[in-house]
């Protein structure tokens, strides 16, 4: 790289929600001067960053504007101008994860293609281009169905099980993928740096929030044998390598009742199934990241401990000015981290900040988290 | 208190150096809206805080004027004009560590004093108005003059030997202290909450350059036995509660060769024996004055593995704009952690940062700290 990663290099951040959040508190370590766009004028990152800028992330004309004087950039969401990025490159600027790979993750049915011609294991799916094509689908009853584009957080997902769902689906252009009845969701985040260097963290198992969709509750590492933890392994670093990313892939897969190992889906970014790594592992995926970027050797990712993550969600039925209830009495138990994001509103299941949850004992740990989901809330 | 600490609480740090860069990384998890007042336009949390102020630490206005809209003021450094604090203190603003030990431990000679008469161990000493007294003086050479005042990191120390040495002692009011043939530098960081909690760090051992008079080296946990340690930390926790402190304090000791533990420094604030707690404990010495300030339950602060801290000096013979020789090679390496302060200029000495190595075989974190020590190199 020609400039030295600290103190010189300038890198600008796509987006400045809690993943660039967190990614600045370890980017301060190397005197990275961080640039940041978000839409939002209280974004979380806005007052930690040598500027932050107000912007849409999918105009053109901001994105192209806000990185033209920049060395690098980076994101902590997909829902970007790639075309902005496309050009910023042309003209010399650093994009990592580069700006081909978030065009075709930003399309969930080029992202199954991609999986497919790569012998990536998948679910069977189909893409159709409106509604209409769901009567004569390739695939039976059940399915999920999703929107091509800007789905998130279980946004433009529609389980699709009776003639009466498909009257109700989405009427834009989709992917249906086949059910897959999974005995768990698991997710394996990979980095790989720009000398081809690749690494993987250990598999970690999740749990849903069936309400929200969102990640409730994350256990690291996981218990299952090595056999299916070296397989999603191997998963992750044959895709990090067959995309040839600079930077790191939350890559989340289904664990089936028959222990096949089925990917569901990438982000290219820091990923709500790493955030234990923080406290859980000798690095962490937002210091990884920055390793990956600036093609430094990639760090230790083996976990110090167990690790139990779980999201701290705006409780339903509160909308307003964010209320940390029970703050003092979880920050009594042992083993226990907040990570608050800066929100100054709550509402449903707004991603208000998460709690990391470590014990040399799984049990304990796990038991530690079910009692701080109990007791802390945020209201309004 | 009458605010939440997140989210509501606007926090003043008085000093935007490294400690109150470090402090904000972890403030950041708890929402606490930062005011920094430096007198250096450049300081390394200009960047990093809701309101960043360039002014001096010792006027009155300045100082008074930055807190009276705050609701709670903490320091990074001791030199600060405590009369604003104190008016502060009576107009309701709530000022951690309170500015009576602030002023206290201003002052070195009025820090003897309350060593004496609270029984806390500590060598001899005698205070002196000016150089004069230094003929007729109490000890025996040799002996260590110290300022009174704004001595720091070895300014303002003076060893006398001789009566050509007592020529050319420092004028002004000074404490002289009987010179200790120490085995070990050791140090102990405790903590204590409104609520009357204390707590205590494990016991570190330091090692110091003798040219620049800094720590140059230091190890967590310390290897003596359990009844040095035991006695140090009893040692803390007494001038703690003595004190009645709020906050952290780290109480910096000599162990003599005959096993005797001699107080020698008091610093009301994160300080430089404590970085390693980042990485090597389960809470850090950050996330503990935060818990303490807002009176929390205070953290656990157990090793959780060995951990050896080095600060990053500037080369002597080098000044200007900082470049860092052999990041690449020595993040190649197990269990290094590299902390940049942010700071554009280097000269000889200046405190650029500082490198954790953990490591849980103690001997490997020993040898890895040496290579990083002459790998890792600041020069301009």
Redesign the interface.
Known sequence: MAK?F??ELQLGILGGGQLG?MLI?EA????VNVHVLDPDKNAPCR????KFECGSLGDFETVYNFGKDLDMITIEIEKVNVDALEKLEGEGVIVYPQSRIIRLIQDKGLQKQFFKQNDIPTSAFQLISNKDNLVNASLNLPYIQKLRKDGYDGKGVKKIVTQQDIQEAFEEASLIEEWVDFEKEIAVIVARNDKGEVSTFPMVEMEFNPQANLVEFLIAPSLYGVEIQQRAEAIAKKIADDLQIVGILAVEMFLTKNGDILVNELAPRPHNSGHQTIEGN?VSQFAQHL?AIFN??L??TRC??NAVMINLLGEPGYEGL???EG??EV??M??V??????K?YTKPFRKMGHVCIINDDREKAISNARKVQEILKVKA
Do not use: F, M, S
């Open positions: 030295d600290y103190g959040r508190q301060i370590n190397y005197n007052k930690l960053c040598n000798y390793r430094l050797p760090g230790d110090r401990t964010a209320k940390y703050v003092e920050l009594a042992e083993g981290y907040i990570h608050l994001y800066g100054k």
